[in-house]
């Protein structure tokens, strides 16, 4: 419904909204025990997703987003009313970018909550639209830093790795995937060394395994 540019202009315009309210629940406090040294880094941006079902949805309304555009960058989803409802509710904001474009977002719920409480997965990733798909994208990646990359399997371990190595190491994630083609190509183009960290349980030694191959 609309090209390219507009679209990751209203992600852009999404991710300012959920910035300005990081400290507004606990969003902020929980990043700041997380992935200190965050607010100050030049690498890390992070907003909150209140828990109101519209707020995303009035905000952008009101500077004249379309309904159609919503859907289309997966910021809504129509609920069974067929009402326009926030895609993301009470969860911490990360933006999945590419050469500085919003694409979509990772979000994670409360930490205290599990999936016993039905608040949906630990991340929900933008659902598949025209301008991101999660196979083709490494959640962290920063190719003008020209640092050595480590694969992870989180976004937050990711910035972990960057925030604690001050330049040096750059974490890549592939957003609840296993490694696919299309993110081994685009680690390839940052380092020809680079290094694989996934957990030291059986399915990260898998996923470990099948990055080296790859």
């Given amino acids: 419904v609309a090209d390219q540019e507009r679209l990751t202009h209203i992600n852009a315009m999404a991710m300012d909204f ?36 519209t707020a995303l949805v009035d905000h952008l ?7 159609d ?16 409802i926030d895609r993301f509710r009470d969860r911490v904001i990360l933006p999945i970018t590419h050469e500085h474009q919003v694409l979509g977002f990772v979000a994670r719920r409360h930490p205290a909550l599990t999936d016993d409480d039905r608040r949906g997965p630990k991340y929900l990733n933008t659902a598949d639209t025209v301008l991101f798909h999660k196979g ?9 830093l020209e640092a050595v990359p480590v694969l ?16 040096r190491y750059v974490g890549v994630a592939p957003l609840g995937t296993a490694l696919t ?12 060394h680079p290094i694989v960290a996934t957990d030291a349980d059986l399915p990260g ?10």
């Fill in 181 to 192: 083609d299309e993110q081994a190509r685009q680690l390839a183009t940052l380092s020809n």
């Fill in 69 to 84: 555009e919503l859907l289309e960058t997966g910021l809504a989803t129509r609920a069974r009313t067929g009402t326009l």
């Fill in 152 to 167: 992870v399997e989180g976004p937050f371990d990711a910035l972990a790795v960057t925030l604690a190595s001050q330049g």
């Fill in 61 to 67: 309304g009101g500077r004249g987003v379309t309904d």
């Fill in 18 to 53: 959920y910035a300005a309210r990081i400290d507004t629940g606990w969003a902020g406090t929980y990043l700041d025990d997380r992935l200190p040294g965050w607010r100050t880094s030049p690498h890390v941006t992070a907003g909150y997703a209140s828990a109101s079902w």
């Fill in 136 to 144: 083709a994208q490494l959640h962290g990646a920063i190719p003008e």
């Fill in 205 to 214: 030694r898998v996923a470990a395994e099948r990055a080296f191959w790859l």
